[in-house]
């Protein structure tokens, strides 16, 4: 039963021209001063949230982005501020990319983070996507299986300096510490201060695959789905609840998972497609091409598999899906109850903001969902 309430923030600018027809995502640029104002945005969201009841706001750690997409280089110091602004709202990581960072630094700062704000900032690691980025920070990405090694490794590593008082630990691509002299002593093993206050520390990963889904039941990862068709996000459930099983995790189906789909409340489905529609196809402008159209055939194929649809998503599309509910409350709790009401485990329900949506039309989205749509679910 859903009892959490988050949102996924990327770290969008107020885009202009939005729209399939509007400008192309590889032709937008805006100023330093534009792609500064992410960071006012997040704290105005964060507010209004706190104050709403909603439980986490998520981000996404991107680098370089001056089509104005994801703007936000860095979780960890972005939630310290954030919990500064607030009362009891938490700051989720979606996600640190972890080839991206020397784990054992993202392991301090998480720490810290930690300690100070005690325990409103929530882990979340990936491997990445964006090849700019990832590639230009000297991790491998175009490589698939390099990307993979490095970032088991390093998951590995991030875990050790969690959990263990002290250690030693040598890989492929890490030997922490080295061999040398220390103060007249050969350096057999270090210890990671601070270690974090709250422990163990969950640590949430996206699905992205069937080899995901088997390391994250490994390492007892917790797992995030968005904007996944139907058919799609109930074979993710249920092979991540197979996964934990063989494992030897025992989980209800759909326990430590958070569900994303798609919002928007209007008088009738009709108005909310039309109103909603520019900012989906501008979301999918953008990300479409990173294979990120999680929707499903009548025969159960992926899109862009052989066979199956290839082409950018109609919002409608969406809405037939299930990934998007468009319309009244009612509407809108019948939908959101239809889908999680088949898993019994599942607790998080998180309210993905679409990237051409502008900030004051979103705000105005989450305190209509907090007054008529999430007391449904709080109540039960």
Known sequence: MIRNFHVLYVGQIELDNIGRSGTPANERRYSAERLREVFATARDIAQLMDGLGYDVLWTAEHHFQREGYECLPNLIQLGLWLATQTQRLKFGCAFNVLPMWHPIRLAEDYAMADIVTDGRIIMGIGRGYHTREVETFGAPLLDAQANRELFEEQLELLLK?????????????????????????????????????????????????????????????????????????????????????????????????????????????????????????????WFAPFGFVRYADEHGRTWGTPGAPAGVPSLRDGVAQKAWF??????????????????PGLENFMIHWAEGMPPKEFKEQLTWFAKDVMPAFKRA
């Open 326 to 343: 468009c319309g009244p409350p009612g509407h809108v709790i019948e939908g959101i109850k239809s889908v999680a009401d088949k898993y």
């Open 161 to 285: 300096c969690f959990n263990e008082d002290a250690f030693h630990h040598k890989g492929k691509y890490y030997e922490c510490p080295p061999p040398v002299e220390y103060r007249g002593y050969g350096l057999k093993d270090i210890t990671v201060v601070p270690r974090p206050k709250h422990l163990p520390v969950d640590i949430w990963m996206p699905i992205a695959s069937g080899k995901t889904i088997e390391l994250m039941a490994r390492y007892g990862l917790k797992a995030m789905v968005t904007l996944n068709g139907q058919k799609i996000l109930d074979d993710v459930v249920r092979a991540y609840h197979d996964a934990c099983e063989r494992q030897g995790r025992r989980k209800k189906l759909g326990e430590d998972m958070i569900w994303g789909a798609g919002i928007y409340l209007a008088d009738t489905e009709e108005e909310a497609v039309r109103r909603l529609e520019p900012a989906h196809d501008e979301r999918f402008k």
